[in-house]
């Protein structure tokens, strides 16, 4: 079955204390993505990858780093989370970048920083 | 920073109803979507539309891209409760930039 997948689904950490959200897609595609959701403001692009190895800012990048070391992969780290960063994730992926192509979304993780 | 700005932001209509949500920015794009997106899920494509002018059917949706490729607008005809969600547009460049970016949404309720 085609899908992206997220981990973890759910996530409360303390300011400052590193950690690294999980995706990965199993549709060998080119392109993906991060997004953050939040009320009143829509999905905003974090990152995004175009392939291995190459990687560009979205909107919203600071805080946040990323690494795409196989394709399939794409994990989004926070090294210092702060509570703005409090937020739903989501990592998608298509087949090329440019909106020809559906972005297929993870089921979303929902992080609380305290 | 570019901008896709969605209206109404919320509607909620009763069933049998027409409705249209607009998605407009000053950008250009290569292609815009539309997607629907259900509580606690991920968003899901409805529509792809790529040329200026192109008009799109799904069913009961309509779904139109402007001539300058800068707008779009999503028609329902006949709202029924299961049209009831979040609906984002979103859109995307193929140079110069790869970004990709979501309107703000419109949220539809559909009465029964």
């Known amino acids: 079955e085609a899908q992206v997948t997220q981990n973890p689904r759910y996530l409360i950490t303390v300011t400052g204390k590193k950690l690294t959200v999980t995706c990965s897609q199993n549709?060998?595609?080119?392109?993906m993505s991060w997004y953050r959701q939040d009320p009143g403001l829509g999905l905003r692009q974090i990152y995004y990858s175009m392939n291995v190895e190459v990687t560009d800012k979205g909107d919203v990048p600071e805080g946040y780093k990323v690494s795409r070391k196989e394709k399939r992969n794409f994990p989004l780290i926070l090294e210092s989370p702060s509570p703005n960063q409090t937020s739903l994730y989501f990592c998608?992926?298509?087949?090329?970048?440019?909106?020809?192509?559906?972005?297929?979304f993870g089921p979303g993780t929902r992080l609380t920083v305290t | 920073t570019q901008l896709l700005e969605q209206s109404p932001q919320f509607l909620s209509i009763q069933e049998g109803e027409n409705l249209t949500v607009y998605c407009n920015s000053s950008?250009?794009?290569?292609?815009l979507q539309w997607y629907r997106q259900e509580p606690g899920e991920g968003p899901v494509l409805l529509v792809t539309?790529?040329?200026?002018?192109e008009v799109k059917k799904l069913k009961r949706l309509t779904f139109q891209f402007g001539d300058a490729r800068k707008d779009s607008s999503l028609h329902i005809t006949a709202a029924q409760p299961g049209d009831t969600g979040l609906y984002l547009c979103a859109g995307g460049w193929a140079s110069g930039t790869y970004k990709y970016i979501f309107g703000t949404g419109t949220r539809l309720k559909v009465l029964a």
């Open positions: 549709m060998n595609h080119e392109y």
């Open positions: 539309v790529v040329t200026g002018g």
């Open positions: 998608a992926s298509s087949l090329t970048p440019g909106g020809y192509y559906e972005q297929y």
């Open positions: 950008s250009v794009f290569s292609s």
